[in-house]
């Protein structure tokens, strides 16, 4: 199909929730081969819709890794069923170009969606990996939350999005995640 452009942070709509999809259509399948196009072409493990201007529930992961291969992954209308532990791991993301900072997440995950042909599917992800990590990361733009909402240390993050010229933390954002920080404490 096509590669898009990238909405940058910034963009209001990557703070809107993005809507159900009612049937998995012929436009769902474009949007998703669209969704495939992009983050290939900009090396991404993972993209959501909204990223692409389309506020719809629908995200695109691959995190293969050379030791790791794995099959792309289309996920639509997601639910994450249960979560459990934490890690905290450096992370970017497509509409932040070159900034990475230290976010917390849960380690293990399952989703529920339905895949291109509309049937549901339930995966876990577990140990905190990149896969793991690419669901909460990915199911969050459809809330229109950022990444950057999770960090760790907010005026560390605020020196890097400066670096890269992006715009400032938005301190209403950001999250208070007293169940993740409980158990990082734990470990
Ligand atoms: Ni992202």
């Given at each position: 199909m096509a590669v898009k452009k990238i909405l940058k942070y910034g963009?209001?709509?990557?703070?809107e929730k993005s809507k159900e999809v009612h049937k998995v259509s012929r436009k769902v399948a474009d949007l998703v081969q669209d969704l495939f196009d992009t983050m290939y072409t900009f090396n991404g493990v993972g993209l959501a819709a909204p990223q692409i201007g389309v506020n719809l529930r629908v995200y695109v992961i691959d995190a293969s890794t050379k030791d790791n291969p794995m099959k792309p992954m289309v996920f639509i209308n997601?639910?994450?069923i249960k979560k459990s532990g934490a890690v905290v791991e450096d992370e970017g993301c497509l509409s932040f170009p070159e900034a990475y900072t230290p976010v917390r997440r849960y380690k293990n995950v399952t989703v529920k969606a339905q895949d291109i042909n509309g049937r549901t599917f339930i995966l876990e992800a577990k140990d905190g990996s990149l896969l793991a990590r690419a669901i909460q990361h990915e199911f969050d733009h459809l809330e229109g939350?950022?990444?950057?909402?999770?960090?760790?240390n907010r005026f560390e993050a605020d020196e890097i999005l400066k670096k890269h010229n992006l715009p400032p933390i938005e301190e209403d954002m950001l999250l208070d995640e007293p169940e993740l920080e409980a158990e990082l404490e734990n470990d």
């Open positions: 963009e209001p709509s990557l703070r997601p639910k994450i939350i950022l990444f950057v909402d999770h960090c760790v």
